[in-house]
């Protein structure tokens, strides 16, 4: 898992855009989705659970 801001996505009115991505150990992004304005990573790992149980070679 990891979560990164996309550079140059931050505007004046707008905070920057922070994607949270689960990849497999060769680098692939297996899912990968928004995390919420003002929030953390944490709370936006939950749908990625199913990782788990679909790809368990991977984790």
């Not at 990891?2 to 990849?23: E, H, N, Q, W």
């Not at 953390?40 to 990782?51: G, L």
């Amino acid at each position: 898992m990891d979560g990164k801001a996309v550079r140059g996505s931050r505007t004046g009115d707008r905070t920057a855009i922070t994607p949270l991505a689960a990849m497999a150990h060769t680098g692939e992004v297996l899912a990968q989705r928004q995390v919420a304005d003002k929030s953390n990573e944490i709370p936006a790992f939950a749908p990625f659970t199913f990782i788990i149980g679909e790809f368990p070679s991977v984790c």
